[in-house]
Each structure stands twice: as structure tokens, then as C-alpha cells.
């Protein structure tokens, strides 16, 4: 038999504590070791954690440093899980990770997680892809102080798609960003900023593309912000699905 697999990503969800899945609180509540990343989650998350395992926040380390832990606890024979934000598939780091723990020939698996964008949509009850209006959601971020975006992921050339748009790593530039989608979208399509979906602190901000940059400075939002753009946030738009019309052939097998 092969070496167990002893380094776990897990999906710690939008950050509270009653959204992460079944897997994962068993998967916390079996671990010795629990990376954690402190600036985006709510300390309540780690109540699933055993009493007797060692915690260890991340916000301060940088990935050389995170994988150093990983390691030395593989090597102990602890297991171990690394919790990430919403979910493990964006945003995460879990590429750079993984090439590291692969290097050292130290097994891992992913449990997936509850993404931000999910529970800042759920938050306002509005479905993404409404018909007629947005069948496409566009994940992306933008550039700060961050590592640079391909040249073919400009937020003009997304914009152009006008889909309903989620950006992550916006807040600080929703001004900028807002002047960018605007000749696509119009300056009177609606715009959602969700801050800490799910967790203490939690608000939601309405507004459009015109006036939200505005709202977002009054609230004095620096970081943990969602930012949805898109017609299907305007709950009077939208057809109807051809899957439920009543018309439609309900033989098994029927492509949708």
C-alpha cells in the first residue's frame, strides 16, 4: 500500500462556521495540525477543531513558510489540514502549494468549500444566470499590489461578454473598475458589494455601476469584499427556463 495521504486542503467556505461541508468539520475535528488563514475567517471555524490540535495562523507566513509546517508535520506523521478560503478551486494558492508538497514527495487531497461569490449571491437571493438576460458568470480579479493578470484577461475583454461579473480583490479600485465595465453595462445596471458575507460585520451595499463606487467609499471597505455587476441582479429581468416550460417534451434523456 502507498503512504497515507496526511496533508489535506480544505475549503473553510464564505467563513462561517456553520458553512463549512459535513467532510470538512470531520476532517477539522481529526486533525493535529490546522493552518488557517486568520484575515478571512471567523474564529468560530475553528470550534470544529480538536481541543488538543495545534493552530496555526498563516496570515503572517509566506508560502515558503506555510509549506515548512506542512512538511515537518507530514514527517511527524500528523495529519494535517490547511484551510483556505471559500473554496480551494480560485484563489487559493493551491497550485503554488502543491507543486511545493509535491517536490518534497508529500501526499495531499482537496475537500472543497462553499466560494465566496456563492454565499455573497445567496445573501441577496439572486441566481447569477438568470435566462434571456446572463447564462455565463465571469470570475476574475483585478491587479493591486498583487501578481500581474494575463493580457488576455482584461476586465474590458470580460466585460464585453456582459455577463454577470463577480470580481474578487476589487474593493480598493471599485471606482476605476465600475469606469471600465460601464460602456458595456450602463451606467444604471446594478452592482451588489457583499463585505463578509457570513460572518460578524457583514453588510450588503446596493447600487449601480454609477453610484456604488461612492457607497463603497461612505463605508470605508478596504478588503473580504465581493463585487457583483450584472442585469441579472435586477430581479424584474429575465425569461423563463425551457428545462420547466410546460411545453417541453419530458421523454428521458432529452437534452436540455
Known sequence: MGEAVTVHFVGAGPGAADLLTVRATRMLGAADVVLYPGTYLDPEVLTHCAPDAELVDTQGLDLDRITDHLVTAHAAGRDVVR?????????????????????????????????????ASALVGRELT?????????????RARSTAMPETESLAAFAATRA???????IRRVRELMAEVGPEYGADCPV??????????EAVLRGTVATIADAVEEAGF??????LVGWALDA????????????RPRDVGTDR
Open 83 to 119: 484551510l483556505t478560503s471559500g473554496d480551494p478551486s480560485i484563489y487559493s494558492a493551491l497550485a503554488e502549494q502543491t507543486r511545493r508538497l509535491d517536490a518534497h514527495g508529500v501526499p495531499w487531497d482537496v475537500t472543497p468549500g462553499v466560494p465566496a461569490y456563492a454565499a
Open 130 to 142: 438568470v435566462p434571456l438576460v446572463a447564462q455565463s458568470v465571469v470570475l476574475t480579479r483585478t
Open 236 to 247: 424584474g429581468r429575465g425569461g423563463e427556463s425551457f428545462l420547466y416550460a410546460p411545453d
Open 164 to 170: 454577470t461579473l463577480v470580481l474578487h480583490l476589487a
Open 222 to 227: 478596504r478588503q473580504a469584499a465581493v463585487v
Open 192 to 201: 451588489v458589494v457583499v463585505h463578509r458575507a457570513s460572518q460578524p460585520g
